[in-house]
């Protein structure tokens, strides 16, 4: 069996990883730079809570929510809730969320005042966000681990060195 082959599927894992983990690090960069963000008033439309039972039979909760705000004269409508949001089984985050803004009229949100049309009701990241940030670092983490076991015990120039290691003990 050539070499390049587990190589080759060691590095595909690698690279889901380093895609995974950038997916969540780009909204990690967004709340950074939401630090310069300012504070405004938002009317909500339309909010709902959503419940839906995924196929561990867990509940999966969401809040589809959508709002309007006023920013150098000109009216926005925007739909995001906070950095990196989605589904979760997290219900208390969820409901925190949707019980701020069901009985409003209005609703501090924040906006990006370099890109008005970028907008979040709650200025932090979602909790669901650390867990992919750390569900990519484990699939690098793994990747480089069976490269690195596959290489030392592979390639014929390292086989001595590890024999010489294990007689060593």
Known sequence: MSILIPILIFSIFILIGFFIYNLSSSEKNKWRDSK????TRAIPHSVEMKVKTDSDLQSVYSVDLLYSYTFDSIVYKNNKICFGYSPSSSYNFHFKIYSKVKSAREFEIWINPVAPNEAVVVKDIAPTNSFVANFGLVFILVGL???????????????SLIHQIQTFK
């Open 36 to 39: 310069r963000w300012l504070k």
């Open 145 to 159: 681990a069976m490269m690195t076991v596959f290489i030392l015990f592979r390639i014929p120039n390292n086989i």
